[in-house]
């Protein structure tokens, strides 16, 4: 079936500093959401995008839709200790991967150092 | 003013027996999920709902049925329960259908542990 790549699987910053995450299909996608799932919780979404080149901020959080459909980033400004977390990418297919559900990268587990 | 709720959030129980996970979204959804969490974190769909009748149903063993009473309700019936259900199963809704603009709302999770 389909699957997304995520990277990197794990991260230990300084605050203050920069983040940068993606993730990458081998084939296209039309949807890419961006979930964050601190301890204990369900995943909750972050940042939607819906279009090919769809550049969107959501606060210090910046995520882009590829242009070639095939991949998704996601940045994160001057992190904060609260940013801890594990963070999945999701997406749609449209060839109707994994039964035209969402199918998810395998998450990005951010610790930020105070 | 919990959008999806579900319980037990903690659930303990020997391998043999049968279980139930309730779920209830108070958005007007018309779509509710079921996924699986493993051990990794990984989150796989099990089961979809749309407006009270199954959509699509992943291959997942049949010990595992999800009931729905109304659009607002999507429980998770579990028999005879094996060491590898042992997971956090969380449940989600959506405005409509997989697909396109529908992101999906998760509750907090209910972790199962199979002794």
């Known amino acids: 079936g389909q699957q997304l790549n995520q990277s990197p699987q794990s991260m230990f910053i300084q605050e203050g500093e920069d983040v940068s995450m993606n993730c990458t299909s081998s084939?296209?996608?039309?949807?890419w959401l961006w979930y964050k799932q601190d301890p204990g919780e369900g995943p909750v979404l972050l940042i939607a995008?819906?279009?090919?080149?769809e550049l969107t901020s959501n606060g210090r959080l910046t995520a882009q839709f590829g242009i070639t459909r095939k991949d998704s980033f996601l940045n994160i400004s001057a992190s904060i200790p609260s940013d801890v977390g594990i963070y999945f990418c999701?997406?749609?297919?449209?060839?109707?991967?994994?039964?035209?559900?969402?199918?998810f990268g395998k998450g990005t587990k951010l610790s930020v150092k105070p | 003013d919990t959008a999806v709720s579900q319980t037990p959030k903690y659930l303990v129980t020997q391998m043999g027996n049968d279980k139930s996970i309730k779920c209830e979204q108070n958005?007007?959804?018309?779509?509710m999920y079921w996924y699986k969490q493993d051990s990794k974190k990984f989150l796989k769909i099990m089961f979809s709902?749309?407006?009270?009748?199954?959509?699509i149903n992943e291959t997942v063993p049949n010990r595992f049925s999800p009931k729905s009473p109304d659009k607002a309700h999507l429980n998770l019936h579990i028999n005879s329960l094996e060491l590898g259900d042992s997971a956090v199963y969380f449940c989600?809704?959506?405005?409509?259908?997989?697909?396109?603009?529908?992101?999906?709302?998760f509750g907090a999770g209910s972790r199962l542990t199979v002794l």
């Open positions: 989600a809704s959506s405005q409509g259908p997989p697909g396109g603009a529908n992101v999906l709302t």
């Open positions: 084939s296209i996608f039309n949807t």
């Open positions: 995008l819906y279009k090919a080149g």
């Open positions: 999701a997406g749609y297919s449209p060839y109707g991967g994994s039964q035209g559900n969402l199918i």
């Open positions: 958005l007007g959804h018309d779509t």
């Open positions: 709902y749309n407006n009270k009748e199954l959509i």
